[in-house]
């Protein structure tokens, strides 16, 4: 439960203790502190505004339950939209696909894709008792290619080999073709990032989407982006049809707005959250525990 926010609420409607209902009046000072609290947690801006609205909708009027305060009253509701809001949809991995299911890695150069290829990996083989192939389309990045090597060995996968002189569509209809005969379930696809979002590597994973037709696309996405986040989710949601997000770095000391800020604008679950860099580091991401991250 956030209670830094609901002391500070508390605190500030000590005053209106006689008030048994949420005003107008009384909602603004509360809201402001609300306000506060999202964007010190790196919400992006528009998204806090849109938040804001919504819980004042869904307060005002509202009855102060027994003992409660409003304040405490206001923190429940703030609470539970934060948790609606990042928790709709389906949060585990969908492979209902002919197999082999193939899995589309998204995100920005650092973001995690690579670890995350390889957690992924580890968590389809080891508790969904998958087989599993992964392959690297990030011809640009020195090493890259044997980075996710290293890690699929590690994940205990198999890997596709790759060479950087290829082009990632050739490499990944090869992938998905050695997967058919070898009869893997699953097909993960690492794909190049970019420090930024750039025409040419939008262009280059659209191809891919299009060629390979992934039953999940996943947006991968650092927590530590923050107000930066919600440009590069727009970039990516309007470029491909993504299913889900995996936030990683919430191991970190961000209070991971971004997750707010994401799922607001691409409108798919977050379904993972990366919590370490070692490969058992992978969460189901919790919408609930998260909201108490958020507030602080
Ligand atoms: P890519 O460029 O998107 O493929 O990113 P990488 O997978 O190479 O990850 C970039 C850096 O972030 C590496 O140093 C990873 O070890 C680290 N990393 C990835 N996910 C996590 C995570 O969940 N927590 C932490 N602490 N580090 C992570």
């Known amino acids: 439960m956030?209670?830094?926010?609901?002391?500070?609420?508390?605190?500030?409607v000590k005053e209106l203790r006689g008030q048994a209902r949420i005003t107008e009046s009384n909602v603004q000072d509360m809201l402001r502190e609300v306000r506060m609290a999202?964007?010190?947690?790196?919400?992006?801006?528009?998204?806090?505004?849109?938040?804001?609205?919504?819980?004042?909708?869904?307060?005002?009027?509202?009855?102060?339950?027994?003992?409660?305060k409003p304040g405490q009253t206001l923190v429940g509701i703030v609470n539970r939209e934060l948790?609606?809001?990042?928790g709709q949809g389906v949060a585990d991995i969908n492979l209902a696909a002919q197999p082999p299911a193939v899995i589309l890695m998204a995100g920005l150069q650092g973001a995690g894709k690579t670890t995350t290829t390889a957690k992924l990996a580890k968590y389809l083989i080891?508790?969904?008792?998958?087989?599993?192939?992964?392959v690297s389309g990030d011809v640009y990045r020195p090493a890259a290619i044997e980075q996710l090597q290293t890690?699929?060995?590690?994940?205990?996968?198999?890997?596709?080999?790759?060479l950087p002189e290829q082009k990632p569509l050739d490499i990944a209809l090869a992938a998905l073709d050695h997967a058919r005969k070898h009869y893997f379930d699953v097909l993960l696809v690492d794909t190049a990032g970019r420090l930024a979002i750039?025409?040419?590597m939008m262009e280059e994973i659209k191809a891919l989407h299009a060629a390979l037709n992934p039953v999940?696309?996943?947006?991968?996405?650092?927590?530590?982006?923050?107000?930066?986040?919600?440009?590069?989710?727009?970039?990516?949601r309007e470029a491909l049809p993504l299913t889900g997000i995996v936030l990683t770095k919430l191991d970190g000391d961000s209070r991971g707005g971004a997750a707010l800020s994401v799922r607001q604008i691409t409108g798919v679950p977050i379904?993972?959250?990366?919590?370490?860099?070692?490969?058992?580091?992978?969460?189901?991401?919790?919408?609930?525990?998260?909201a108490g991250r958020i507030l602080g």
């Open 126 to 134: 080891e508790k969904r008792k998958k087989k599993v192939l992964t």
């Open 216 to 236: 999940e696309t996943l947006f991968v996405v650092d927590a530590m982006q923050g107000q930066d986040a919600i440009n590069t989710a727009r970039a990516f």
């Open 271 to 290: 379904k993972f959250a990366g919590v370490s860099e070692k490969l058992d580091g992978l969460d189901v991401f919790d919408a609930e525990r998260h």
């Open 151 to 162: 890690v699929t060995r590690q994940a205990g996968g198999a890997f596709f080999p790759s």
């Open 2 to 12: 956030a209670s830094a926010l609901a002391d500070k609420l508390t605190r500030l």
């Open 198 to 200: 750039d025409q040419a």
């Open 83 to 86: 948790a609606a809001t990042m």
């Open 38 to 68: 999202l964007l010190e947690a790196d919400v992006a801006l528009p998204v806090v505004r849109d938040f804001i609205a919504r819980v004042k909708d869904k307060a005002l009027g509202q009855e102060v339950l027994g003992s409660l």
